[in-house]
């Protein structure tokens, strides 16, 4: 269906999963990516709330240096999407945003585009991995605290309460390495992670 050499196959829930690059011309693949952003982030206010802003979402990952990957289930069709973005020269690669559609969870296909796009940033020379995790929702027990002064006490007693992301996060190796508090207002911090993805010189 595809000429893309840049793909990757895997599996969730035993079915073949296509990771390929989503690219301008992919007009199709851009509206369902789309809708999935709208119906993924329903429960998350002030996020993709209309059609129109999670279509500009996904046509601003085609900017220079980003990465923009897909995954198509076996009818072709988009399934799950993750961006990457360069920071620090391209050292850094923020993972932005990732996405599967509800109906396809807990199928394996958000770890399988995570260590895809990871593979992608490490091509490129990146060394880290970084993504924030808001909490928007009440998902875990920063949501709704003054974390001042002692910041580094929050994050080593974080708790999920209602299936906050960031343990999804913790399982693919990523960790906590700050918070922003009331970064969506007050009571609602970003949970910052990182991952190294390349192995450190032994000669450096």
């Not at 508090?181 to 450096?204: E, H, T």
Request: net charge negative.
């Amino acid at each position: 269906m595809f000429s893309n050499t840049d793909a990757s196959i895997s599996k969730h829930s035993g079915k073949r999963m296509l990771i390929i690059d989503l690219r301008p011309e992919h007009e199709q693949h851009i509206a369902q990516v789309a809708a999935l952003l709208v119906e993924a982030f329903t429960h998350i206010p002030d996020t993709w709330d209309t059609f129109e802003k999670a279509r500009d979402e996904v046509l601003e990952s085609f900017g220079t240096g980003r990465i923009s990957r897909v995954a198509l289930d076996e009818n072709g069709d988009a399934v799950g999407w993750v961006g990457g973005i360069p920071q620090y020269d391209g050292n850094v690669y923020e993972l932005h945003p990732l996405a599967v559609k509800p109906s396809h969870q807990r199928q394996g296909i958000g770890r399988a585009l995570v260590a895809d796009l990871e593979e992608h940033a490490r091509a490129r020379g990146a060394i880290t991995v970084v993504l924030g995790s808001d909490d928007e929702f009440d998902g875990t027990n920063l949501y709704g605290q003054d974390l001042y002064p002692d910041i580094p006490a929050w994050i080593a007693n974080i708790k999920n309460i209602r299936n906050h992301p960031y343990e999804f996060y913790e399982k693919c190796g990523y960790v906590i390495y700050g918070i922003v508090p009331d970064a969506n207002g007050f009571g609602r911090p970003d949970i910052l992670m990182a991952k190294r993805v390349a192995r450190r010189n032994q000669d450096g």
